[in-house]
């Protein structure tokens, strides 16, 4: 298995573009950003119209490539227009998927929206990754993300599996076993210091995860279990007691040692 994707969430502080030359340089092959969000309001480091030409040129300049764009945020009040612009921002930078989360627990606006936005990302290239967490409303583990993805039936959509919300939300490595190839988008990997089942984790999924390896999270299992040929993203935010360059570098030599003791 290739090393993992590094998530932009691994170091909020820099920008996209610097983001993708601290992975280069810590000898990481890909990326997953950040795209447009509607309004403009977020917490994170974007890909806009404005920097889009920068992020391209250096992807091209460090051989990184783009596995996914984040974050599609469905919640009572959006529309898939809303989304458009990310999608286009996928589709420039040649990202596999972009991934959704759901801020809303009416199957009558979910399940519709989820059909639309991936009949919009088709026509983009693109696929939809749901990733399911426990501090959602609805379909806040892995059954219910499966009951999700067969409700909205469509071939563009599969889930995006976050060890973190598997492990919080009571999930198995059996259950992750027993899914067929095409449910699954891509897994994602980070460690932590505890298997507790819990909805009250916002703090560490948002900034104090651990490097792969580093925990008691079941990885190898984890790894193994996923369909052969499934992409592996990596999502490790932390204080940021150390630079942005050494928390990529140790998140990447904890996946790349987690890959030579055998995982898959």
Avoid at 1 to 13: D, R, Y
Avoid at 27 to 33: C, D, E, M, P
Avoid at 131 to 154: D, K
Avoid at 205 to 218: H, M
Wanted: charged share 20%; glycine share 10%; net charge negative.
């Amino acid at each position: 298995m290739q090393l993992p994707s590094v998530h932009q969430m691994t170091a909020l502080e820099t920008d996209p573009a610097s983001f993708i030359g601290l992975v280069a340089a810590a000898g990481g092959a890909a990326v997953s950003l950040f795209a447009h969000a509607p309004g403009g309001a977020t917490q994170f480091p974007l890909v806009t119209g404005k920097n889009l030409a920068e992020v391209r040129q250096s992807l091209a300049d460090n051989s990184v490539r783009v596995s996914n764009v984040d974050v599609l945020m469905l919640t009572p009040g959006s529309v898939t227009e809303d989304f458009l612009p990310a999608l286009d921002i996928g589709a420039e930078l040649g990202a596999r998927s972009a991934v959704a989360l759901v801020y809303d627990d009416d199957p009558s606006r979910v399940i519709p929206g989820l059909q639309a936005l991936c009949d919009q990302a088709d026509q983009r290239g693109l696929g939809i990754a749901f990733e399911f967490t426990a501090f959602t409303p609805a379909w806040n583990t892995l059954s219910g993300a499966v009951e999700l993805l067969q409700e909205v039936a469509h071939p563009r959509l599969g889930i995006g599996l976050d060890i973190l919300h598997l492990v919080r939300s009571g999930g198995t490595i059996a259950e992750l076993a027993a899914l067929s190839p095409g449910q699954i988008a891509h897994g994602q990997i980070c460690d932590g210091n505890s298997l507790e089942v819990t909805a009250d984790y916002g703090l560490e999924a948002a900034g104090n995860r651990l490097v792969p390896g580093e925990g008691v999270f079941p990885l190898r299992e984890f790894l193994a279990a996923l369909p052969e040929g499934t992409p592996v993203d990596m999502e490790v935010p932390r204080p940021a007691e150390l630079p942005a360059a050494e928390r990529i570098r140790e998140a990447l030599e904890g996946a790349r040692r987690l890959l030579l003791a055998g995982a898959v």
